[in-house]
Each structure stands twice: as C-alpha cells, then as structure tokens.
C-alpha cells in the first residue's frame, strides 16, 4: 500500500506555523518598552516635594536592600516613599527587586493579601494593563500592580483616585509568576 505525503505535509506547515510565532514573539518583545515611561505630568512637575528618582536625600545612590521593617516569610514588599517592590521568597531571600510608578493614590501601609488577579483589562486611568495583581480596596480605590500595554506610567497628580501601581512589562511578569492569590502584601512607607 502506498504511503501518503499527508502526514508530511501537515508536519511541514505546523512546523513553519510554529516557527513564524516563535518569531513574532520574539519581535514583539524586543521592541516591548523595559521600563514604564514617565508621564508628561511628571516629567514637568518640578515640584519641590519630588525626590530626584534613584537617590536618596542626601544626593547618593538609593538602597535597594530589603528593609528591615517588612515582615517575614514569603511576600511582596511596597516601599511607597522608595517607589520599590521587592518579591521575597519562603527562605528570606528577595528573589527580585524594581522600582514601580504609583498612581493618584497609595494603599495605607499594612500587611495585606493578594485577593484577585486578571490577565487583561482597561485599568481605572482609561489605559489596557495586563498581568493585574489586586490586594487592597479603600474608599472605592482598587489598589494593585499591573503593567501598561503601551508602557505608560499612571498620571501621579490625577484629580480622579486611581491605585494603579504600574510596573514594566518584565517586573510585572515576575509579579505575576510570583503573587498568586493569598500571598502578602506588606505595604511600608
């Protein structure tokens, strides 16, 4: 009986198939934006108040070290006035370290719990986000991280209440792998 070139067929275009998505994945993320951009609001603020990014008080380079006062055992650590996320591990050990941009407004600080998480939406600010990871509601502002789609960073001096904390496209991939539902929120000032 002869064999058919069916089989060979199909193996032949699954395998340029695959290949072609292999490859628009990889265009696509090599030009997806590493880091959330400023808002325009921001970049023009000039206000007194604002600490210059990166550094600390004193004009020297910002710590990124764990601080001390941010609970213990698996969790995700928020220092609002650093504007840094740290994903710590069951063993102490941060396992990532990044720098956010919140929004309007900030969760009070206090330990927490991750309750919901979505893939996609369109966030509070009119902007698609993806890898969405909810842990807080006060005063009908939903607070969570998340990434911007376009790299867009929240407009901090909004006059609606968002608590969108963005992150960049990678870091908000790590979060997501990381804070499933029910792990901590350690939220600092």
């Not at 275009?13 to 951009?37: K, M, N, W």
């Not at 376009?150 to 969108?164: F, H, L, Q, V």
Request: no cysteine.
């Amino acid at each position: 009986m002869p064999r058919s070139s069916t089989g060979t067929v199909v193996a032949a275009l699954t395998a340029a198939a695959l290949g072609g998505v292999g490859f628009l994945a990889y265009q696509a993320s090599a030009t997806a934006p590493e880091r959330p951009a400023h808002s325009r609001q921001d970049e023009r603020a000039g206000d007194s108040k604002s600490k210059p990014k990166g550094k600390d008080k004193d004009g020297g380079k910002k710590s990124t070290a764990l601080p001390g006062d941010s609970g213990t055992g698996l969790r995700v650590v928020y220092a609002l006035e650093d504007r840094r996320v740290w994903l710590v591990g069951a063993n102490e050990q941060p396992t990532r370290t990044f720098e956010v941009s919140p929004s309007s407004a900030s969760p009070s600080p206090g330990t927490y719990e991750v309750t919901s998480r979505v893939p996609s939406t369109i966030g509070s600010d009119g902007v698609q986000v993806e890898h969405v990871v909810v842990f807080d509601s006060e005063d009908g502002v939903v607070f969570g991280f998340s990434a911007a789609v376009d790299g867009s960073a929240p407009d901090p001096s909004a006059a609606k209440k968002t608590g969108g904390i963005r992150e960049s496209r990678a870091d908000a991939t790590a979060m997501w792998e990381f804070a499933q539902v029910g792990t901590r929120v350690v939220v600092i000032a």
